[in-house]
């Protein structure tokens, strides 16, 4: 008898094919949003779910959902899943790294050339039809080459985002990290190892790519804002709550900082609005891995991991692998 699969948001056709093979899947094609509530009545009699970081796994829906054997995240960042509480309960989790790398990196990377050289703000002015003349400073804005880039954070994103600066834009690459990378990744990367503070002090790009967890909520505020050079731009491809937001949007009104690009936010997809009245801000709906290609892999991935868990076989990218080893657990 086939398993019973919930797929919570609207995926591609072909990957709803592929889980039909060895699946009863309930699927949300009309990508409705649920509650919490919803979510967990839905979950009822399923042994897996595809999941993405719009739902929450915690313990009260694992405690709810006991038949659950697997939640398969179709995102890198799993912030959305107690990973604790699932492996308490032997439940296997999984994220879809690698296959979104070079993908994220390239918009995180043309999301900071955008706040640099205030595209955005060129487009709404000419849009709103006020390019009347040539002026020699017509928004003009700051360089991308030869500048430094500053790294909060050195997964694989990056890395990826750190040889773009390096390679080929001739950048000088600084970053802080939790654990500083092996000799041999700082050198692939060609990114040297700061402070925190020199971080701040030194970039004059700087890029938001670290995992969420409570323990880095606002780690950029308005103190650590304040040691930016106000010629500076923050890009956040992370997650919302990495920023304080209210700190951010007061220092880019006072012209603290030049310029912001912002694919995350805390609230989202609710935007603080006092942001969306700025000029000197890029904005863009969560998408850094968004090609067709890209959401395609990421997809299949968490498919591939779903498959596997349910029908006894080796997931590609497990986070809780130990679930699976009875006495490691
Ligand atoms: C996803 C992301 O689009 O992978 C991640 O962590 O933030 C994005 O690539 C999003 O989380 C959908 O689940």
């Given at each position: 008898?086939?398993?019973?699969i919930?797929?919570?948001r609207?995926?591609f ?10 699946f009863?899947v ?14 967990i ?13 719009s739902e ?10 006991p038949?659950?054997?697997a939640?398969?995240n ?15 309960r ?18 995180g ?5 955008a706040?640099?050289?205030r595209?955005a703000?060129g ?11 040539w002026?020699v ?7 991308i080459h030869?500048?430094t ?8 994103i990056g ?5 773009r600066g ?6 000088q690459?600084i ?12 050198q692939?990367?060609?990114a ?5 503070e ?8 700087l ?17 650590e804002i ?8 923050l890009?956040?491809?992370?997650r ?33 609005p ?7 801000i890029?904005?863009?709906?969560h998408?850094?891995?968004?090609t067709?290609?890209t959401?395609l892999?990421m ?16 997931p ?12 490691l657990a």
């Amino acid at each position: 008898m086939k398993k019973n699969i919930l797929v919570a948001r609207r995926v591609f056709d072909s990957v709803l094919e592929r889980l039909r093979v060895h699946f009863e899947v309930e699927p949300n094609q009309d990508d409705l949003i649920w509650s919490k509530a919803e979510l967990i009545a839905r979950l009822q009699g399923k042994d897996g779910a595809f999941i993405t970081a719009s739902e929450r796994i915690d313990a009260e829906l694992l405690d709810a959902c006991p038949q659950l054997r697997a939640v398969c995240n179709m995102a890198v960042g799993y912030n959305n899943i107690d990973l604790d509480a699932c492996t308490a309960r032997g439940v296997l989790a999984s994220n879809t790294p690698d296959v979104l790398t070079e993908t994220t990196a390239d918009f995180g990377f043309a999301l900071m050339m955008a706040a640099a050289r205030r595209m955005a703000e060129g487009e709404h002015f000419l849009r709103r039809g006020e390019w009347d003349k040539w002026a020699v400073d017509l928004l003009a804005g700051s360089d991308i080459h030869g500048t430094t880039l500053g790294l909060l954070g050195m997964g694989r994103i990056g890395r990826a985002i750190a040889k773009r600066g390096a390679l080929g834009f001739g950048m000088q690459v600084i970053y802080h990290n939790r654990s500083r990378l092996a000799p041999e990744l700082e050198q692939e990367s060609g990114a040297r190892y700061v402070s925190k503070e020199a971080l701040l002090q030194q970039s004059d790009h700087l890029l938001l790519v670290l995992p969420y967890s409570p323990a880095v909520h606002h780690v950029i505020g308005a103190a650590e804002i304040a040691l930016m050079k106000p010629t500076a731009t923050l890009t956040n491809i992370a997650r919302g709550g990495v920023v304080d937001e209210v700190a951010l949007a007061e220092a880019l009104s006072k012209h603290q900082i030049a310029a912001a690009g912002l694919d995350v936010f805390e609230g989202e997809p609710a935007v603080n609005p006092v942001l969306l009245t700025l000029p000197n801000i890029v904005l863009t709906p969560h998408i850094a891995s968004a090609t067709v290609k890209t959401r395609l892999a990421m997809a299949d991935l968490a498919a591939d991991n779903l498959i596997a868990v349910l029908t006894g076989g080796v997931p590609p990218t497990p986070l809780n692998g130990q679930v699976l080893q009875p006495g490691l657990a």
